[in-house]
Protein backbone atom coordinates (compact mmCIF):
# COMPACT_ATOMS: atom_id res chain seq x y z
CA UNK A 1 0.00 0.00 0.00
CA UNK A 2 3.07 2.60 1.07
CA UNK A 3 4.54 1.51 -2.14
CA UNK A 4 1.46 2.29 -4.22
CA UNK A 5 1.10 5.64 -2.46
CA UNK A 6 4.17 6.29 -3.40
CA UNK A 7 4.07 5.63 -7.07
CA UNK A 8 1.03 7.81 -7.23
CA UNK A 9 3.01 10.93 -5.54
CA UNK A 10 5.87 10.69 -7.55
CA UNK A 11 3.58 10.29 -11.03
CA UNK A 12 1.65 13.71 -8.91
CA UNK A 13 4.83 15.30 -8.48
CA UNK A 14 6.00 14.75 -12.27
CA UNK A 15 2.89 15.92 -13.68
CA UNK A 16 2.91 18.96 -11.73
CA UNK A 17 6.26 19.48 -12.81
CA UNK A 18 5.62 19.09 -16.54
CA UNK A 19 2.71 21.53 -16.47
CA UNK A 20 4.99 24.37 -14.33
CA UNK A 21 6.78 24.61 -17.64
CA UNK A 22 5.19 27.80 -19.68
CA UNK A 23 5.34 28.47 -22.77
CA UNK A 24 8.18 31.19 -22.36
CA UNK A 25 10.27 28.22 -21.85
CA UNK A 26 9.77 27.12 -25.14
CA UNK A 27 12.33 27.58 -28.06
CA UNK A 28 9.06 28.82 -30.71
CA UNK A 29 8.61 31.74 -27.78
CA UNK A 30 11.66 33.47 -28.56
CA UNK A 31 10.67 32.72 -32.51
CA UNK A 32 7.04 33.61 -32.78
CA UNK A 33 7.88 36.89 -31.15
CA UNK A 34 10.94 37.86 -33.68
CA UNK A 35 8.52 37.01 -36.25
CA UNK A 36 6.19 39.77 -34.83
CA UNK A 37 8.43 41.82 -34.28
CA UNK A 38 9.56 41.76 -37.96
CA UNK A 39 6.34 42.68 -38.86
CA UNK A 40 6.54 38.78 -40.73
CA UNK A 41 3.05 38.59 -40.58
CA UNK A 42 2.04 35.51 -42.53
CA UNK A 43 4.74 33.30 -41.08
CA UNK A 44 4.47 34.74 -38.05
CA UNK A 45 0.92 33.32 -37.89
CA UNK A 46 1.68 29.98 -39.56
CA UNK A 47 3.75 28.88 -36.61
CA UNK A 48 0.73 30.32 -34.12
CA UNK A 49 -1.55 28.39 -35.41
CA UNK A 50 0.63 25.65 -35.85
CA UNK A 51 1.51 26.05 -32.07
CA UNK A 52 -2.02 26.42 -31.11
CA UNK A 53 -3.14 23.02 -30.17
CA UNK A 54 -0.13 22.44 -27.51
CA UNK A 55 0.08 26.12 -26.14
CA UNK A 56 -3.79 28.26 -26.18
CA UNK A 57 -4.64 29.13 -22.51
CA UNK A 58 -1.09 29.79 -21.77
CA UNK A 59 -1.18 33.70 -21.16
CA UNK A 60 2.31 34.24 -23.00
CA UNK A 61 1.41 32.45 -26.14
CA UNK A 62 -2.21 33.55 -26.23
CA UNK A 63 -0.39 37.00 -26.19
CA UNK A 64 1.81 36.31 -28.83
CA UNK A 65 -0.88 34.61 -31.03
CA UNK A 66 -3.19 37.75 -30.62
CA UNK A 67 -0.69 39.41 -31.87
CA UNK A 68 0.23 37.39 -34.76
CA UNK A 69 -3.64 37.10 -35.44
CA UNK A 70 -4.01 41.16 -35.67
CA UNK A 71 -1.23 41.37 -38.22
CA UNK A 72 -3.28 39.30 -41.15
CA UNK A 73 -6.34 40.75 -39.92
CA UNK A 74 -8.06 37.60 -38.04
CA UNK A 75 -9.63 40.34 -35.71
CA UNK A 76 -12.00 37.65 -33.98
CA UNK A 77 -9.46 35.45 -32.91
CA UNK A 78 -7.60 38.06 -31.30
CA UNK A 79 -10.18 39.00 -29.56
CA UNK A 80 -10.29 35.47 -28.20
CA UNK A 81 -6.62 35.27 -27.30
CA UNK A 82 -6.49 38.61 -25.82
CA UNK A 83 -9.73 37.86 -23.69
CA UNK A 84 -7.95 34.86 -22.27
CA UNK A 85 -5.11 36.72 -21.48
CA UNK A 86 -6.94 38.78 -19.47
CA UNK A 87 -8.84 36.60 -17.22
CA UNK A 88 -5.72 34.83 -16.72
CA UNK A 89 -3.84 37.89 -15.77
CA UNK A 90 -5.48 40.76 -15.46
CA UNK A 91 -2.65 42.63 -14.38
CA UNK A 92 -1.26 42.59 -17.73
CA UNK A 93 -1.94 46.00 -18.66
CA UNK A 94 -0.64 45.98 -22.15
CA UNK A 95 -2.87 43.04 -22.93
CA UNK A 96 -6.05 44.87 -22.09
CA UNK A 97 -4.55 47.76 -24.38
CA UNK A 98 -4.79 45.44 -26.97
CA UNK A 99 -7.77 44.07 -26.55
CA UNK A 100 -9.21 47.18 -26.66
CA UNK A 101 -7.93 47.90 -29.89
CA UNK A 102 -9.43 44.80 -31.12
CA UNK A 103 -12.47 45.52 -29.91
CA UNK A 104 -12.19 48.86 -31.49
CA UNK A 105 -11.10 47.53 -34.98
CA UNK A 106 -14.35 45.00 -34.56
CA UNK A 107 -16.07 48.33 -34.19
CA UNK A 108 -17.03 47.47 -30.31
CA UNK A 109 -16.38 50.59 -29.37
CA UNK A 110 -18.24 50.20 -25.99
CA UNK A 111 -16.19 47.69 -24.49
CA UNK A 112 -13.11 49.78 -26.53
CA UNK A 113 -14.01 52.64 -24.28
CA UNK A 114 -14.76 50.61 -21.15
CA UNK A 115 -10.94 48.94 -20.96
CA UNK A 116 -9.45 52.77 -21.79
CA UNK A 117 -11.10 54.47 -19.70
CA UNK A 118 -10.03 51.99 -16.60
CA UNK A 119 -6.80 51.89 -17.82
CA UNK A 120 -6.22 55.90 -17.62
CA UNK A 121 -7.65 55.88 -14.16
CA UNK A 122 -4.86 53.73 -12.99
CA UNK A 123 -2.42 55.95 -10.95
CA UNK A 124 0.50 52.86 -11.25
CA UNK A 125 -0.07 52.92 -15.33
CA UNK A 126 3.33 54.17 -17.58
CA UNK A 127 3.16 57.49 -18.99
CA UNK A 128 3.45 56.05 -22.56
CA UNK A 129 0.66 53.30 -21.81
CA UNK A 130 -2.16 55.71 -20.70
CA UNK A 131 -0.79 58.29 -23.31
CA UNK A 132 -1.94 54.74 -25.70
CA UNK A 133 -5.37 54.15 -23.84
CA UNK A 134 -5.85 58.29 -24.21
CA UNK A 135 -5.69 58.14 -27.41
CA UNK A 136 -7.62 54.85 -28.56
CA UNK A 137 -10.67 56.24 -25.97
CA UNK A 138 -10.55 59.63 -27.82
CA UNK A 139 -10.83 57.65 -31.42
CA UNK A 140 -13.46 54.90 -30.10
CA UNK A 141 -15.83 57.94 -28.71
CA UNK A 142 -15.43 59.87 -32.07
CA UNK A 143 -16.24 56.34 -33.97
CA UNK A 144 -19.52 56.34 -31.50
CA UNK A 145 -20.27 59.95 -32.50
CA UNK A 146 -19.92 58.71 -36.32
CA UNK A 147 -22.45 56.02 -35.59
CA UNK A 148 -25.25 58.29 -34.74
CA UNK A 149 -25.00 60.36 -37.49
CA UNK A 150 -21.76 61.94 -39.14
CA UNK A 151 -21.86 64.99 -41.10
CA UNK A 152 -18.53 67.00 -42.29
CA UNK A 153 -18.87 69.85 -44.53
CA UNK A 154 -16.30 72.00 -46.34
CA UNK A 155 -15.83 74.83 -48.13
CA UNK A 156 -12.77 75.91 -50.25
CA UNK A 157 -12.13 78.62 -52.63
CA UNK A 158 -8.64 78.34 -54.90
CA UNK A 159 -6.93 81.14 -57.58
CA UNK A 160 -5.62 79.57 -60.45
CA UNK A 161 -4.22 80.03 -64.36
CA UNK A 162 -5.28 77.59 -67.05
CA UNK A 163 -3.26 77.62 -70.70
CA UNK A 164 -5.58 75.84 -72.14
CA UNK A 165 -9.37 76.42 -70.91
CA UNK A 166 -11.36 75.15 -73.50
CA UNK A 167 -8.89 72.36 -74.77
CA UNK A 168 -8.53 74.12 -78.04
CA UNK A 169 -5.93 73.12 -81.01
CA UNK A 170 -3.04 74.98 -81.37
CA UNK A 171 -3.68 74.80 -85.57
CA UNK A 172 -5.07 77.90 -87.04
CA UNK A 173 -6.93 75.98 -90.11
CA UNK A 174 -7.60 72.17 -90.54
CA UNK A 175 -8.09 70.59 -93.69
CA UNK A 176 -11.74 68.36 -93.58
CA UNK A 177 -12.07 65.82 -96.00
CA UNK A 178 -15.94 66.18 -96.67
CA UNK A 179 -15.34 69.26 -97.55
CA UNK A 180 -11.90 68.65 -99.59
CA UNK A 181 -10.41 71.78 -98.52
CA UNK A 182 -8.72 73.97 -95.55
CA UNK A 183 -11.15 75.52 -93.18
CA UNK A 184 -9.89 78.24 -90.90
CA UNK A 185 -10.71 78.17 -87.23
CA UNK A 186 -12.75 80.48 -84.76
CA UNK A 187 -10.76 81.69 -82.37
CA UNK A 188 -12.87 79.67 -79.97
CA UNK A 189 -11.99 76.25 -81.55
CA UNK A 190 -8.20 77.59 -80.55
CA UNK A 191 -6.83 77.76 -77.41
CA UNK A 192 -7.25 79.77 -75.19
CA UNK A 193 -5.45 80.72 -71.68
CA UNK A 194 -7.20 82.24 -68.46
CA UNK A 195 -7.21 82.90 -64.81
CA UNK A 196 -10.11 81.78 -62.87
CA UNK A 197 -11.45 82.20 -59.28
CA UNK A 198 -12.78 78.44 -57.69
CA UNK A 199 -15.07 78.00 -55.46
CA UNK A 200 -16.39 75.17 -53.98
CA UNK A 201 -18.37 73.04 -51.28
CA UNK A 202 -18.53 69.67 -49.94
CA UNK A 203 -20.60 67.54 -47.73
CA UNK A 204 -20.11 64.02 -46.32
CA UNK A 205 -22.33 61.93 -43.99
CA UNK A 206 -22.80 58.86 -42.85
CA UNK A 207 -25.07 57.11 -40.41
CA UNK A 208 -24.01 52.99 -38.93
CA UNK A 209 -26.84 50.87 -39.11
CA UNK A 210 -25.29 48.02 -37.44
CA UNK A 211 -21.39 47.15 -36.52
CA UNK A 212 -21.02 46.12 -40.29
CA UNK A 213 -23.22 47.96 -41.86
CA UNK A 214 -24.23 51.79 -42.84
CA UNK A 215 -25.13 53.94 -44.92
CA UNK A 216 -23.15 57.22 -46.61
CA UNK A 217 -23.90 60.54 -48.80
CA UNK A 218 -21.58 62.46 -50.68
CA UNK A 219 -22.08 66.08 -52.58
CA UNK A 220 -20.19 68.84 -53.67
CA UNK A 221 -20.18 71.67 -55.50
CA UNK A 222 -17.70 73.26 -57.64
CA UNK A 223 -17.61 77.02 -59.42
CA UNK A 224 -15.48 77.81 -62.35
CA UNK A 225 -15.32 81.24 -62.96
CA UNK A 226 -13.05 82.68 -65.64
CA UNK A 227 -12.09 85.52 -65.65
CA UNK A 228 -12.06 87.29 -69.37
CA UNK A 229 -13.71 84.35 -71.11
CA UNK A 230 -17.29 83.74 -69.09
CA UNK A 231 -18.86 81.59 -71.69
CA UNK A 232 -16.54 78.92 -70.62
CA UNK A 233 -17.69 79.55 -66.92
CA UNK A 234 -18.85 76.36 -65.47
CA UNK A 235 -20.74 74.60 -62.30
CA UNK A 236 -20.97 71.10 -61.53
CA UNK A 237 -22.72 69.10 -58.41
CA UNK A 238 -22.02 65.96 -57.33
CA UNK A 239 -23.65 63.52 -55.74
CA UNK A 240 -23.70 59.75 -53.96
CA UNK A 241 -25.63 57.74 -51.80
CA UNK A 242 -24.18 54.44 -51.20
CA UNK A 243 -24.81 51.45 -48.03
CA UNK A 244 -21.68 49.82 -47.23
CA UNK A 245 -21.60 46.20 -45.97
CA UNK A 246 -18.83 44.20 -44.22
CA UNK A 247 -18.56 40.11 -44.20
CA UNK A 248 -15.68 38.32 -42.90
CA UNK A 249 -13.92 37.81 -46.67
CA UNK A 250 -14.68 41.41 -48.04
CA UNK A 251 -17.13 44.26 -48.48
CA UNK A 252 -19.00 45.91 -50.39
CA UNK A 253 -21.01 48.62 -51.54
CA UNK A 254 -24.31 49.58 -53.26
CA UNK A 255 -25.56 53.28 -54.65
CA UNK A 256 -26.30 55.96 -56.93
CA UNK A 257 -25.04 58.82 -58.18
CA UNK A 258 -25.79 61.90 -60.46
CA UNK A 259 -23.48 64.70 -61.49
CA UNK A 260 -25.25 67.79 -63.00
CA UNK A 261 -23.19 70.62 -65.25
CA UNK A 262 -24.19 73.79 -65.93
CA UNK A 263 -21.98 75.77 -68.65
CA UNK A 264 -22.13 79.68 -69.12
CA UNK A 265 -25.50 79.56 -66.98
CA UNK A 266 -27.17 77.11 -68.50
CA UNK A 267 -27.81 73.63 -67.53
CA UNK A 268 -25.82 71.12 -70.13
CA UNK A 269 -26.35 67.68 -69.06
CA UNK A 270 -26.16 65.20 -66.51
CA UNK A 271 -24.96 61.62 -66.12
CA UNK A 272 -26.42 59.38 -64.16
CA UNK A 273 -26.87 55.89 -62.89
CA UNK A 274 -26.12 53.21 -60.37
CA UNK A 275 -22.75 51.56 -58.60
CA UNK A 276 -21.56 48.75 -57.51
CA UNK A 277 -18.11 48.24 -55.34
CA UNK A 278 -16.09 45.09 -53.78
CA UNK A 279 -13.12 45.39 -51.37
CA UNK A 280 -10.74 42.74 -50.01
CA UNK A 281 -8.02 43.79 -46.99
CA UNK A 282 -5.62 41.34 -47.95
CA UNK A 283 -3.38 42.45 -44.92
CA UNK A 284 -1.66 45.72 -43.27
CA UNK A 285 -0.51 46.46 -46.55
CA UNK A 286 -2.23 45.14 -49.64
CA UNK A 287 -5.98 45.84 -50.27
CA UNK A 288 -7.30 45.47 -54.18
CA UNK A 289 -10.96 46.73 -55.23
CA UNK A 290 -13.34 46.98 -57.85
CA UNK A 291 -16.21 49.39 -59.08
CA UNK A 292 -18.83 49.07 -61.86
CA UNK A 293 -20.97 51.60 -62.91
CA UNK A 294 -24.02 51.54 -65.59
CA UNK A 295 -25.99 54.52 -66.33
CA UNK A 296 -26.82 57.26 -68.92
CA UNK A 297 -25.28 61.07 -69.60
CA UNK A 298 -28.33 63.00 -70.79
CA UNK A 299 -28.08 66.44 -72.44
CA UNK A 300 -30.20 69.14 -72.18
CA UNK A 301 -28.65 71.33 -75.19
CA UNK A 302 -28.46 68.73 -77.84
CA UNK A 303 -30.17 65.56 -77.31
CA UNK A 304 -27.96 63.86 -79.92
CA UNK A 305 -24.77 63.99 -77.48
CA UNK A 306 -27.05 61.81 -75.11
CA UNK A 307 -25.20 58.27 -74.02
CA UNK A 308 -25.54 54.81 -72.57
CA UNK A 309 -22.76 54.44 -70.39
CA UNK A 310 -20.50 51.59 -68.66
CA UNK A 311 -17.35 51.28 -66.41
CA UNK A 312 -15.30 49.10 -64.71
CA UNK A 313 -12.42 49.77 -62.21
CA UNK A 314 -10.01 47.82 -60.59
CA UNK A 315 -7.38 48.88 -58.59
CA UNK A 316 -4.43 47.92 -55.67
CA UNK A 317 -3.48 49.69 -52.73
CA UNK A 318 0.19 48.92 -51.36
CA UNK A 319 1.10 50.95 -47.95
CA UNK A 320 3.95 51.40 -46.11
CA UNK A 321 4.80 53.62 -42.90
CA UNK A 322 4.56 56.99 -44.98
CA UNK A 323 3.68 55.89 -48.68
CA UNK A 324 0.58 54.49 -50.49
CA UNK A 325 0.52 53.38 -53.50
CA UNK A 326 -2.26 52.76 -56.21
CA UNK A 327 -2.84 51.64 -59.35
CA UNK A 328 -5.70 51.45 -61.48
CA UNK A 329 -6.93 50.02 -64.55
CA UNK A 330 -10.24 51.77 -66.22
CA UNK A 331 -12.34 50.63 -68.89
CA UNK A 332 -15.49 52.60 -69.77
CA UNK A 333 -17.59 52.63 -72.77
CA UNK A 334 -19.95 55.79 -74.38
CA UNK A 335 -22.40 54.18 -76.81
CA UNK A 336 -24.80 57.17 -78.71
CA UNK A 337 -28.69 56.85 -78.37
CA UNK A 338 -28.89 57.51 -81.74
CA UNK A 339 -28.13 56.98 -85.55
CA UNK A 340 -27.03 60.29 -86.47
CA UNK A 341 -24.56 60.57 -83.54
CA UNK A 342 -22.98 57.44 -83.39
CA UNK A 343 -19.85 58.84 -84.45
CA UNK A 344 -19.35 59.90 -80.44
CA UNK A 345 -19.30 56.11 -79.30
CA UNK A 346 -16.18 55.43 -77.96
CA UNK A 347 -14.50 52.92 -75.71
CA UNK A 348 -11.57 54.08 -73.16
CA UNK A 349 -8.79 52.10 -71.79
CA UNK A 350 -7.02 54.14 -68.41
CA UNK A 351 -3.85 53.42 -66.70
CA UNK A 352 -3.47 55.14 -63.62
CA UNK A 353 -0.84 55.33 -60.68
CA UNK A 354 -0.93 57.63 -57.77
CA UNK A 355 1.39 58.12 -54.80
CA UNK A 356 1.04 59.91 -51.75
CA UNK A 357 3.85 60.59 -49.24
CA UNK A 358 3.40 61.80 -45.66
CA UNK A 359 6.43 64.14 -45.29
CA UNK A 360 5.24 64.64 -41.83
CA UNK A 361 1.82 65.25 -39.47
CA UNK A 362 1.58 68.34 -41.56
CA UNK A 363 2.55 68.08 -44.66
CA UNK A 364 1.35 65.65 -47.63
CA UNK A 365 2.48 65.42 -51.09
CA UNK A 366 0.86 63.42 -53.98
CA UNK A 367 1.53 62.38 -57.58
CA UNK A 368 -0.35 60.84 -60.49
CA UNK A 369 0.41 59.86 -63.53
CA UNK A 370 -2.47 58.40 -65.77
CA UNK A 371 -2.35 57.38 -69.80
CA UNK A 372 -5.39 57.22 -71.55
CA UNK A 373 -6.21 55.44 -75.01
CA UNK A 374 -9.53 56.43 -76.46
CA UNK A 375 -11.11 54.64 -79.83
CA UNK A 376 -13.96 55.96 -81.42
CA UNK A 377 -16.14 53.21 -82.78
CA UNK A 378 -17.10 54.70 -86.31
CA UNK A 379 -15.86 56.74 -88.81
CA UNK A 380 -16.43 60.79 -88.33
CA UNK A 381 -18.63 62.77 -90.18
CA UNK A 382 -16.58 65.72 -91.32
CA UNK A 383 -13.23 63.77 -91.25
CA UNK A 384 -14.69 60.51 -92.61
CA UNK A 385 -12.06 58.21 -90.16
CA UNK A 386 -12.25 57.02 -86.63
CA UNK A 387 -10.99 58.70 -84.25
CA UNK A 388 -7.80 57.67 -82.00
CA UNK A 389 -6.40 59.79 -78.98
CA UNK A 390 -3.28 59.16 -76.39
CA UNK A 391 -3.74 61.32 -73.37
CA UNK A 392 -1.16 61.87 -70.75
CA UNK A 393 -1.83 63.44 -67.66
CA UNK A 394 0.26 64.27 -64.47
CA UNK A 395 -0.72 66.11 -61.53
CA UNK A 396 1.01 66.88 -58.37
CA UNK A 397 0.30 69.11 -54.82
CA UNK A 398 2.02 69.87 -51.93
CA UNK A 399 -0.85 70.02 -48.69
CA UNK A 400 -0.33 71.83 -45.55
CA UNK A 401 -2.70 70.39 -42.45
CA UNK A 402 -2.52 73.82 -40.47
CA UNK A 403 -5.21 72.47 -38.10
CA UNK A 404 -7.92 70.24 -38.16
CA UNK A 405 -10.03 72.84 -40.04
CA UNK A 406 -7.80 74.54 -42.44
CA UNK A 407 -5.82 73.13 -45.42
CA UNK A 408 -3.60 74.38 -48.07
CA UNK A 409 -2.94 73.08 -51.09
CA UNK A 410 -0.91 74.13 -54.34
CA UNK A 411 -1.30 72.08 -57.29
CA UNK A 412 -0.27 71.74 -60.53
CA UNK A 413 -1.66 69.47 -63.89
CA UNK A 414 -0.70 68.78 -67.35
CA UNK A 415 -1.94 67.19 -69.68
CA UNK A 416 -0.71 66.30 -73.26
CA UNK A 417 -3.46 64.67 -75.61
CA UNK A 418 -2.15 63.58 -79.26
CA UNK A 419 -5.05 62.55 -81.79
CA UNK A 420 -5.60 60.91 -85.24
CA UNK A 421 -7.61 64.20 -85.93
CA UNK A 422 -5.56 67.07 -85.66
CA UNK A 423 -8.36 69.25 -84.42
CA UNK A 424 -8.81 67.33 -81.13
CA UNK A 425 -4.48 67.07 -80.64
CA UNK A 426 -3.96 69.83 -77.69
CA UNK A 427 -1.77 70.40 -74.75
CA UNK A 428 -2.52 72.11 -71.16
CA UNK A 429 -1.32 72.80 -68.27
CA UNK A 430 -3.05 74.27 -64.97
CA UNK A 431 -1.22 75.66 -61.51
CA UNK A 432 -3.62 76.94 -58.76
CA UNK A 433 -3.40 77.62 -55.03
CA UNK A 434 -6.25 76.68 -52.66
CA UNK A 435 -7.71 77.48 -49.16
CA UNK A 436 -10.10 74.70 -47.32
CA UNK A 437 -12.14 74.92 -44.56
CA UNK A 438 -13.75 72.07 -42.80
CA UNK A 439 -16.73 72.09 -39.78
Do not use: C
Request: aromatic letters at 12%.
Amino acid sequence: MKNVLLVTFLLLFTSNAIDAKTFRDNSAYAELRQKIQENDANSAWQLATNLEDEHLGDVDFDFLYGLAALQVKENERAVYAFERVVANKPQWLDAQLYLARTYHLMKNYHASNDITQSLINIDAISPKLKASAENLNRQSHAALNKQSLFIQQSVNVSLGYDSNINAGTSEDNIYLPFLDQEIILSENSKENSDSYLGLGYQLIGSKALTQSSKLTFFGSGKLHNFNNDSEFNRFTLRTNVQYHKDFEAFSTNVGVRAVPLWLDGEYYRTQYGATLGLSKTIDQQWMVSTQAFVGQSKNDINKLLNTDDASIQISTQYLMQKWRHVISLIYSQEESEFVESQHNSKDTNTINYMVNFAINQQWLATANISYQHQAYQYDHPFFLEKQKDDLWLFSSSIQYNDSSNWTYQLSANMQDKDSSLALFSYQRAEINLSARMSF
